[in-house]
């Protein structure tokens, strides 16, 4: 039987996520209603993804019975409210990243959705890609060895979106950009969590981050570097390195179809093998 979805914001995330969605098989999925703040929004959304219902408001979503799961592409601000309105109606939640805007809304959510047994995850898409799978292998198997650093760059020139430029509005490079880098460097040290952190930075004049670097320190002589922007183009790439070698993770690194392992001959010699997904 088809998992029921709901869809709460119809926005342009959201017509990602739909479009995605539509292509697994019907009897697998089904997303049976959308919600937005506007009538006018879910009804144009639901004419344009065949979609049975449209609601205006987020209320009516939660208390529709047929719906089973709750995909949130609201804008960040809204999460931790609309989230914690679907677990409540007994439903399980799928939410854009971030998940919250921070640490003390993040453990309350987690924590409800503990209380009413219900699945919760942020939308790390990067982590279901048949690349990231890869690189977990590589890792696990132990094909460069130790992990001993981590290196993520993503940034572009964002200043003239307004969604990330303003407070009020969740903006800011750390949690649109930063979460991809922190992710994989996450993956890369098996989720432990930093030891210590030290990041430095630029704020606009409504005091977003428009530019960060930070270093992350883990155990076992583990560091991780990450560099976000919305100024300048970065590299938007990765390198995960070990004491046998590196795994090159190719721009973009968030959604990579390319990886390279380069594993240490010597110390002016290695071999390299690509993966193409």
Not at 10 to 21: K, L, M, T
Request: aromatic residues 8%; charged residues 25%; contains cysteine.
């Amino acid at each position: 039987m088809a998992t029921k979805w709901g869809i709460a914001s119809c926005g342009f995330i959201s017509h990602d996520f739909v479009n995605a969605v539509s292509t697994l098989p019907a009897s697998d999925h089904q997303i049976v209603a959308c919600a937005a703040r506007s009538l006018k929004s879910a009804e144009e959304f639901k004419a344009k993804f065949n979609i049975q219902k449209a609601y205006e408001g987020y209320k009516a979503l939660a208390d529709d019975s047929e719906i089973e799961v709750v995909y949130i592409g609201a804008i960040n601000p809204a999460h931790f409210e609309v989230a914690k309105m679907m677990l409540e109606a007994g439903k399980h939640v799928l939410c854009e990243k971030p998940l919250c805007m921070n640490v003390k809304q993040t453990k309350e959510l987690i924590e409800f959705a503990r209380q009413k047994k219900r699945f919760l995850m942020e939308a790390i898409w990067s982590r279901t890609l048949p690349s990231y799978h890869k690189i977990k292998e590589l890792i696990d198997e132990g094909a460069i060895g130790d992990v001993k650093n981590v290196i993520a760059s993503f940034g572009f020139p964002l200043e003239k979106v307004p969604r990330l430029m303003k407070k009020e509005m969740g903006g800011g490079t750390i949690l649109d950009l930063g979460i991809y880098t922190v992710q994989l460097a996450q993956l890369a040290v098996g989720g432990e969590k930093p030891a210590k952190i030290a990041a430095i930075g630029h704020v606009n004049d409504d005091g977003v981050d428009i530019g960060i670097s930070a270093s992350l320190m883990y155990s076992k002589g583990r560091t991780g570097t990450v560099v976000t922007s919305a100024q300048a183009k970065l590299t938007c790439d990765a390198v995960i390195i070990g004491t046998k070698g590196t795994i090159k993770v190719l721009e973009p690194f968030w959604c990579t179809t390319e990886i390279e392992l380069c594993k240490m001959v010597t110390r002016t010699e290695n071999t390299t093998e690509k993966f193409t997904f």
